[in-house]
C-alpha cells in the first residue's frame, strides 16, 4: 500500500514551457485535490475532484488543468509555465470527514 | 477574521511542553485538524476532532476545542527532537468538502 504518490520529485521548467505533474493513490479514497504551498502562505487548493469524472476550481486555479483519468489517478498541467507557479505542489486523497492523505510533493522552478 | 491564522514559530525546550494555537473562521466549522510538516516531506495528519468535542488526547497529543473563540490548540507533551516540523491546523467550513488550512507554525526544539 503506497498511499499517495507523485512524479517528478523535482522539475525545472523555462518560463513557457508546458508539464503535467502525476498522481496516483491505491487507497480507493473518491476525493483527490491539488495544492500548492508557497512561503508563509500555507496550502492553496488548486483544483480538486469529488469523484472520478468531475472536477472543480479551487481557491488558485488560473493557470492549471486537471485531469481525474480513473479512480486512481488526477494529473496536473501546467500549459504555459511561468516564474509565478514556482512553487511545491501536493496532491491529496480522502475517504471522507477523516482528514486528508498526502503525497510527498513536487518541487517546481520556473526560470 | 476570514483566514486560520497561526503564528508562524515557537521555539521549546526538549522535555518541555510545546502549545500550538489556532484561530479558525466559522464557528459551525464541524471537523478541525492538526497535520505535521516535516523538512522536504508532504503533509501527515497527525489528528482531528469533531466540534461537539472539547478535547482529545492521543499519547503525547492533546487537543482542545473552545467553539465560542474559534479556538483550537494542539499540545505536545515531552516535546522531543523528532517533532521539529511545521504544524498546521485546517477547517472544513460547514456546507463545504474543502479543507482549509492555516499558514503553519514551526516549532524549533532547543536542546
Known amino acids: 500500500n503506497a498511499g499517495v504518490t507523485q512524479t517528478p520529485k523535482f522539475q525545472v521548467l523555462k518560463t513557457g514551457q508546458s508539464m503535467t505533474l502525476q498522481c496516483a493513490q491505491d487507497?480507493?479514497?473518491?476525493?483527490m485535490y491539488w495544492y500548492r504551498q508557497d512561503p508563509g502562505m500555507g496550502l492553496r487548493l488548486i483544483y480538486y475532484?469529488?469523484?472520478?469524472?468531475?472536477?472543480d476550481k479551487g481557491e488558485v486555479p488560473n493557470g492549471y488543468n486537471v485531469s481525474r483519468l480513473n479512480k486512481r489517478e488526477f494529473s496536473l498541467r501546467l500549459e504555459s509555465a511561468a516564474p509565478s507557479q514556482t512553487s511545491v505542489y501536493f496532491c491529496?486523497?480522502?475517504?471522507?470527514?477523516?482528514?486528508?492523505?498526502f503525497g510527498p510533493g513536487t518541487r517546481l522552478t520556473v526560470t | 477574521g476570514e483566514d486560520v491564522e497561526q503564528s508562524l514559530f515557537l521555539s521549546v525546550r526538549e522535555g518541555d511542553s510545546s502549545v500550538i494555537n489556532c484561530t479558525y473562521t466559522d464557528s459551525s466549522s464541524t471537523y478541525l485538524y492538526w497535520y505535521k510538516q516535516e523538512p522536504g516531506a508532504g503533509l501527515q495528519l497527525l489528528t482531528y476532532i469533531f466540534s461537539n468535542m472539547d478535547m482529545k488526547q492521543d499519547q503525547r497529543l492533546t487537543v482542545l476545542l473552545n467553539k465560542k473563540d474559534k479556538h483550537l490548540s494542539l499540545r505536545i507533551a515531552d516535546t522531543q527532537t523528532g517533532d521539529s516540523a511545521i504544524y498546521f491546523c485546517?477547517?472544513?467550513?460547514?456546507?463545504?468538502?474543502?479543507?482549509?488550512f492555516g499558514t503553519g507554525t514551526r516549532l524549533t526544539i532547543i536542546p
Open positions: 487507497m480507493n479514497h473518491n476525493s
Open positions: 475532484s469529488a469523484s472520478e469524472g468531475t472536477t
Open positions: 491529496a486523497s480522502t475517504p471522507g470527514i477523516v482528514g486528508q492523505y
Open positions: 485546517a477547517e472544513i467550513p460547514p456546507g463545504n468538502e474543502k479543507l482549509t
